[in-house]
């Protein structure tokens, strides 16, 4: 798995770090995602899926 994601789309809502906190964080200044790792093991595998699914602004790429 490979996770991109997308700055300029992000919102700032935080669910994916709710969700990942191991894959993803938040910057303090202005909420914006930080990918912490870009190739998840197998056990976070479906915690990235959910975060990408529910992310409001649509930010979050999976690729297999």
Same mark, same amino acid.
């Given at each position: 798995?490979? #996770? ?7 919102? %700032?809502a !935080?669910?994916? /770090?709710?969700?990942?906190?191991? /894959?993803?964080?938040? =910057?303090?200044?202005? %909420?914006?995602? #930080?990918?912490?790792? &870009?190739?998840? !093991?197998? !056990?976070?595998? *479906?915690? #990235? =899926?959910?975060? *990408? &699914?529910?992310?409001?602004?649509? &930010?979050?790429? #999976?690729?297999?």
């Amino acid at each position: 798995m490979k #996770v991109t994601i997308d700055e300029d789309k992000c919102c %700032g809502a !935080g669910q994916c /770090v709710l969700i990942a906190p191991e /894959v993803f964080d938040q =910057r303090d200044e202005d %909420g914006i995602v #930080v990918l912490l790792n &870009a190739e998840p !093991g197998a !056990g976070q595998h *479906a915690a #990235v =899926r959910e975060a *990408a &699914a529910v992310c409001p602004a649509f &930010a979050i790429e #999976v690729s297999e």
